[in-house]
C-alpha cells in the first residue's frame, strides 16, 4: 500500500512495533537497514492473483532476510505496507510502517494473517483515496471499514494480534487483501478500474525514476 497522506503527529509521537508500544522507532527500522532491494511487482503480473501459500518453516534466516528486503523496499517505494507476492514470494506474509489516524506509528510484520472485520451491523465503512506500490502512480477511493484487527504468528511462529484503527485498519485490510490474490483494483467498478489503469500508465515511469534515485541514494 502506497501513503497518500499522513495524519498530523503529536510532538510526542507514539509508536508500536509489533502491537507493542514503545518508546522510539528509528525512520528507517533495523530490519530495512539489514535489507536489500528487490523489485516490486506490477498489476497483471500473475504472482499477484493468485493466493498465497501458507509460511510453514518459522526462524530460518531465508524468512528473516525476506522481510529485511521487505522491510527495505517498501521504504523505498515510499509504502505503508508491502506483502511478499509484491516481490513475488507466494506466501502470506506482509510488512508495514503505518500511522493510524490518531497519529501512533505502526511497525511490524505479520506471517499467514487472518482478518477479522467488526461485524455488518456496527461496521462503519469509510471512502478514502488508496494506493499501492504495485500499481504504480494511481490513487482511487476505495471503501474499508474504519477498524480491523489481524491475527497472525511472527517470524519465529509466536502469536500475534493486530488491531488498527483509521488509515492504519485500511492497510490491514490491503495487505491481506494481496495474499489472497486480491489488488485494490478487483474492490473498483469498472470505470474507476480502468481510470487507475489510464493513471498508472501515465505516471509509472516517473514513480519508478523516483525509487531508482532513493535505492541509489541508498548504496552510496
Known amino acids: 500500500m502506497s501513503v497518500h497522506h499522513e495524519p498530523p503527529r503529536p510532538v510526542d509521537r507514539r509508536v508500536r512495533v509489533q502491537g507493542r508500544p514503545v518508546d522510539t522507532c528509528p525512520t528507517l527500522p533495523p530490519e530495512a537497514q539489514r535489507g536489500s532491494v528487490r523489485r516490486v511487482t506490477v498489476v497483471g503480473e500473475e504472482v499477484l492473483s493468485r493466493p498465497c501459500r501458507e509460511v510453514t518453516a518459522f526462524g530460518t534466516p531465508e524468512l528473516s532476510a525476506l522481510i529485511d528486503d521487505m522491510f527495505l523496499t517498501m521504504y523505498v517505494a515510499d509504502g505503508a505496507g508491502l ?5 513475488g514470494v507466494d506466501l502470506r506474509l506482509f510488512v508495514y510502517d503505518c500511522p493510524d489516524d490518531s497519529g501512533v506509528r505502526h511497525v511490524g510484520h505479520l506471517i499467514n ?9 456496527t461496521r462503519r465503512l469509510v471512502d478514502d483515496f488508496e494506493g499501492c ?20 504468528v511472527d517470524k519465529d511462529g509466536n502469536p500475534l494480534i493486530i488491531e488498527g484503527m483509521g488509515y492504519f485498519a485500511r492497510c ?12 485494490y483494483l ?5 470505470r474507476d478500474r480502468k481510470e487507475a489503469l489510464r493513471q498508472m500508465e501515465d505516471r509509472r515511469e516517473d514513480v519508478f525514476a523516483r525509487r531508482a534515485t532513493k535505492a541509489a ?4
Not at 83 to 87: C, G, R, S, W
Not at 217 to 220: K, S, V
Request: glycine share 10%; charged share 25%.
Open 83 to 87: 506483502a511478499a507476492n509484491q516481490v
Open 113 to 121: 494473517p487472518v482478518l477479522d472485520l467488526p461485524d455488518p451491523g
Open 133 to 152: 506500490l504495485s500499481v504504480p502512480g494511481a490513487t482511487m477511493a476505495v471503501p474499508r471499514t474504519d477498524r480491523a484487527v489481524v491475527r497472525g
Open 172 to 183: 490491514l485490510q490491503h495487505e491481506t487483501d494481496h495474499l489472497a490474490g486480491h489488488t
Open 186 to 190: 478487483d474492490r473498483l467498478s469498472k
Open 217 to 220: 541514494g541508498l548504496e552510496r
